[in-house]
């Protein structure tokens, strides 16, 4: 599996939500049954605190996975642009980078 590059938009002080459905090289969906997945932004590849997105095996079958934030992790980030990846991580331990790219708060004006 190779990582798909997606910019995201998320609006400061806003819920957000994306779902991912996860393909093997030759665009089959993979079966997620036993998997679990993880997701972090962080404002540089090399930056020391990260912030954790929620994430969820929706549908395992359909190799659904969704990725969130609260409007209360998204008011506590700057607005700008920042860089994210989406793992997944098989029953055995096998880590694979399913989405990568940037992204970019919004600045909110209603507080």
């Not at 996860?22 to 679990?36: S, W």
């Not at 549908?59 to 700057?78: E, F, H, Y």
């Amino acid at each position: 599996i190779m990582a798909v590059y997606a910019n995201l938009i998320v609006d400061q002080g806003s819920d957000f939500s994306s779902t991912i459905f996860v393909t093997d090289n030759v665009g089959d969906i993979l079966d997620l049954t036993n998997y679990t997945s993880s997701a972090q932004i962080r404002k540089s590849h090399s930056s020391s605190t990260a912030v954790d997105f929620i994430t969820s095996i929706l549908n395992p079958t359909d190799g659904q996975v969704q990725i969130k934030l609260t409007n209360d992790q998204s008011l506590a980030m700057k607005a700008g642009r920042y860089v994210y990846d989406v793992e997944i991580v098989s029953d055995i331990g096998v880590v694979t980078r399913v989405v990568e790219g940037q992204l970019e708060v919004t600045p909110t004006v209603t507080r």
